[in-house]
Structure formats: structure tokens, C-alpha cells
């Protein structure tokens, strides 16, 4: 036998699916919800709003405890990595993006 | 080979696009189920064997332009050099290829490889597998593509980086972002942690040399459909050769070498016995019957096919400054005006299967159908 006996696939279908939505929500009228942050993971709130005690974090503050008491440094998450979590603005100033992608709109091969 | 007419599934349509097939039609059907071509197993036995052949034939062809410095026949700009032989000697992953053959009188002639970039992998591995399944499901077809993809992503999973494997294509063309998630969905299935991005959100770190993907993270491996040549002459191609991850990029560096044309030529030459090759030279002056090709080109453009010194077929396109090599004339077979041409995937070192393209003319270009196939 030169074929291959069962065939499934675990992505591509649901990738047509989101290639062929027939009008965008935003041309209807509709409002999208998107979280800038879909990756996260989220996180109980160590100091919980009074109104809301399961409230969540998607990233985690760190900070430092000063003379003049907490200061918050930024905001890290498992899902990301500690390079980007720890680095913030200096790293993300070093990045370029746009370096390819430039010579044509297809490989057609 | 025969050719049969049969009629299309009711709503074909429907079917394909169920599978994830969403670029079936263009101006006409790409995906073209009103005929297909059946093989007995000799023959598709003989293709296989062609192109397990061919496979090893480039692979020290390969070897003989690094041991030979011949790069500048194939316009590799020398900064390079270095870097491909380093991912040559290394043995930097690599997944799949792409012979372009001609199968006529019994013979089997390889056109030419598409060893970075081939596409059309998902419609030899998916929809022509599931169209037999309706068609004649008892019926056999040379296609273990999916399965050998799964497998040899697994294969490879000990000899990649740690990380995940992301995958990258143009933003522009459904039919280039359909081949890589078909690639990415094998590798799913495979065990690899995976992620999409576009090509053109590849990140350069400036501090730390690095690539990194749209989370700012390290990318390690990379499956490109972006062709090399591309590659080198955009504004990150030169740190490539910096990198300090020093990222395996699928399929690597030194398949530049063979799926350039002027490999073709140094093929006829080490292997002139050999039943599989045409002959191809640097020259124009070698052949009287020659397809004139540039060394760098796509989807069939800028091709010349000369009979006798006479003009028989041109092609237009932006290509051919790189310079061109000159094929023996070994036309297609003709079915009434159709002519098919067998692109015979070789994954992960092994024949894995064929799908067939059909022109109404002598060159396949980007008006091809993609016509099933199966074994008597």
C-alpha cells in the first residue's frame, strides 16, 4: 500500500474557518473583544478590590520596597520569557521588526 | 499513465473546503477533479525509485560545489559561504523537497527540484487522499505524505534547539499560509510546541543578536516558506550570519544550492550515465533542442523553448539576471492538449508521494490545475 492509512488534522480546518468569516464584526457594527495579552496566564490579585475578591491579574507586578515604600517595576507572566518579562523597555528598544517580507507576496513554487 | 475525464463530486466545492482548502479557484479550478490520472504500481514503483535516486544524486552534488567552491555559478553572494556549508556540515534540519519529473515512454526526467520552498504539499497529502476516499476508496495512490511528515517531525524533535518550533510565511497568500499550517499541524501532531508567525513580524534583537518572534521571544528553530535568495538580499539577511542563537532555519542554508537551477548542469556532469537526468549545460551553445531556464525563477516564468534554433514557447516574468542554463528538450506528455508534470516529494530523506500538475501549454506555470491521481 503506497497511501496512508488514516488522516486527521488537528489545525488546518479551524484555520480555513478564521480565513473565511464572510464580513468582519467591525463592519456590522459589532464591537470585537480582544485580550492584548491572550497568552497569559492569569493571577489572583495579591491586594484583591473590596467589590471584587476574585479578581484577576493576567500579568503579575514585581517591584521593590523602598525608603519610601513599594515601587512597582513592571509586570511579568509565566508565559512569557524571563528576557522579555525582566527586560522591559531596553529590550524592547533593541527590537527591529520589518527585516523580511519584502520581496514578494507569495513563493509560488 | 493513462487520463481519465470523469465528472467532479457534487458539491466538490464544499468537500474541499471542509478539508481547509480555500485557494481551490482562482479565475478556473485549481483543484481540478474533472479527470484523473491513473498509474499501474510498476510505474509509480519506477517514479518512486527515480526519485530515491535523484535524492542522492543531489546530495553529492551538493558535496561536489562546497568542495569545489562553485558557488558563483549559482550567485550566492560569498558572505554566505561560509554559512552554508556550516549548516551543511552540521547537518541542519531539513523536512522536504519537490522533484518536478516528466514520466513519458517510460521514462522518468527530472525538470528541476524546489528544494527550499515547494508548495502544493497540502493538496498532494490532503485533498487528493480524501477525493480517493470518495472516488474509489479501495483504490491506492503514492501518497504517505501526511504520515511521513508526522514521523519525521518527530524524528528531528531530538536534534532541534529547546524551544518551540515557530513557523513562518507571507501574510498575502492563503495558498503559502495554508502549506505552513499544514507543516505546523503535522509537527502538532508530532509532539512539537509550535507557533505561527508572519515573516514579516520576525523580530532582530539589536543588544542580543537574536531573532525573536512577536512575544519578544528567542525563536531557536523556524520552518520559512521564504525562499533563501529572498532571505539574503532583505535587510535581515545579513544577520543571519550573526545570529548568536545561531537558529536552525528549515529547510537550511545549503538547500539554496538545490533548488537553483544551476545545479542542474553540475547534475549532467558528475552523473551523465544516469537514466533520471537530462542533459544541461552552462552554454547555449551545447544543445539544439534546449528549455532555456534562469537559474532563479518561479512558476515557470522566463522560460525559452527552442527546437532547431526555432522559438517554440516564451515565457514572460522579472527573472533571468542571475544568468540561465540551457535542458536537453524532453517535452511533456500530451493528453489531448494536457500536459501533466509529476512533482514527487521527497520527506525526510525518503519518496513520499506525488501530486500532479497539468498545463495546457508546455511550460507549468501559475495557471496549472492540480489533477488527482491513483494506482490500477
Known sequence: ?109 | MQRFAIPPRNNWQQAVEQLGFGFHTANSPYWDESAYYSFSLDEVNLIEKATAELWDLCLGAVQHVIDNNLYARFAIPPEFIPYIEKTWEEDHPSIYGRFDLCYKDGQVKLLEFNADTPTSLFEAGIIQWFWLRDFDADKDQFNSIHEKLIAYWSFLQTYLHPGKLHFACVRESLEDLTNTEYLRDCAIQSGLGTELLFIDDIGWDKTRKIFVDRHDQPIQNIFKLYPWEWMMGEEFGPDILTDRNVSYWIEPAWKMILSNKAILPILWALYPGSPWLLPAYLEPDRLTDYVRKPILSREGANIEIRRGGNLIRQTGGEYGAEGYIYQQLFTLPDFDGRRPVLGSWVIGQEPAGMGIRESDSLVTDNLSRFIPHLII
Not at chain 1, 522579555?84 to 513554487?109: C, M, P
Open chain 1, 1 to 109: 500500500m503506497k497511501k496512508t492509512k488514516e488522516i486527521q488534522l488537528v489545525l488546518i480546518t479551524a484555520l480555513f474557518a478564521s480565513c473565511n468569516h464572510p464580513e468582519p464584526q467591525w463592519r456590522a457594527g459589532g464591537r470585537t473583544y480582544i485580550r492584548s495579552d491572550s497568552t497569559a496566564s492569569y493571577t489572583l490579585m495579591a491586594h484583591p478590590h473590596p467589590g471584587n475578591p476574585l479578581m484577576f491579574y493576567a500579568f503579575r507586578p514585581y517591584g521593590i520596597y523602598t525608603a519610601f515604600g513599594y515601587r512597582r517595576l513592571g509586570y511579568y507572566s509565566n508565559a512569557l520569557s524571563e528576557e522579555v518579562n525582566i527586560g522591559h523597555s531596553a529590550i524592547k528598544s533593541a527590537i527591529v521588526r520589518g527585516g523580511f517580507g519584502e520581496s514578494a507576496l507569495s513563493v509560488e513554487s
